[in-house]
């Protein structure tokens, strides 16, 4: 079982509508969660951090935490062509400075 | 540009040469990180520096890689002898002290390596 996991992808939605990525985390003592979006031959972009469960909301980018079902997930609303690039899911344990990355979701948004 | 620096962005070697990559974090970062990654893939953790301390470091670290960060600013990060399988995007990233309750990492542009 891989430590982060993310739906590869392509998810497609059209421009407008609210785009879902979801990520699950095998390890329980991880405790800080975060979406990074990375366009084609760019590095890393830190979009959205959470720390606690719940949501968290900043603009167009809500995250959303659950820990007892150790799921994260990111929602896009009002989805842009320009927010079209792989979405990373990032998890930091209790302990630990690295980061653990999903593989990331790639998201397509059509005009 | 007050953001996390990386020089080169790009380095084409032959296969067998050393390498050595440079990374300047955040000015008030004292943390630093280098990652690996290769196409379709996430980073992959290779490295952590608080200061010019290397507190972990990960078994994808070859006795061929090194890592220093000798006055606890800029960082640099050789590989020796390198492989076709080293052709990756080598990532650097920094983040607050200790002690702050933000574990945010910020990641500079990348020095993508080709080897030949």
């Known amino acids: 079982q891989k430590e982060v996991e993310q739906n590869s992808g392509p998810l497609s939605v059209p421009e407008g509508a609210i785009a879902s990525l979801n990520c699950t985390y095998s390890?329980?003592?991880?405790?800080?969660f975060f979406w990074y979006r990375q366009y084609s031959g760019k590095s890393p972009e830190l979009i959205m951090f959470?720390?606690?469960?719940g949501d968290k909301e900043d603009g167009r980018f809500t995250a959303q935490l659950n820990k007892a079902s150790q799921y994260v997930s990111l929602l896009i609303r009002d989805s842009q062509p320009s927010d079209s690039a792989t979405y990373l899911c990032?998890?930091?344990?209790?302990?630990?400075?690295?980061?653990?990355f999903g593989t990331g979701t790639r998201l397509l948004v059509s005009p | 540009d007050t953001g996390v620096s990386q020089d080169p962005r790009h380095k084409i070697t032959k296969r067998g040469q050393n390498v050595t990559f440079r990374c300047d974090p955040i000015?008030?970062?004292?943390?630093l990180y280098w990652y690996r990654q290769t196409l379709g893939q996430g980073p992959e953790f290779l490295t952590y520096?608080?200061?010019?301390?290397?507190?972990?470091k990960s078994r994808l670290l070859s006795d061929r890689f090194s890592a220093e960060r000798p006055k606890g600013s800029f960082s640099t990060l050789e590989i020796q002898r390198t492989e076709q399988g080293d052709s990756a995007m080598y990532l650097c990233?920094?983040?607050?002290?200790?002690?702050?309750?933000?574990?945010?990492?910020?990641f500079g542009p990348g020095t993508r390596l080709t080897v030949t």
């Open positions: 520096f608080q200061n010019e301390a290397q507190l972990e």
């Open positions: 990233a920094s983040s607050w002290p200790e002690g702050s309750t933000s574990y945010e990492q910020y």
């Open positions: 990032a998890v930091r344990s209790t302990g630990f400075q690295k980061l653990v």
């Open positions: 000015s008030e970062h004292n943390r």
């Open positions: 390890d329980r003592g991880s405790q800080s």
């Open positions: 959470i720390y606690s469960n």
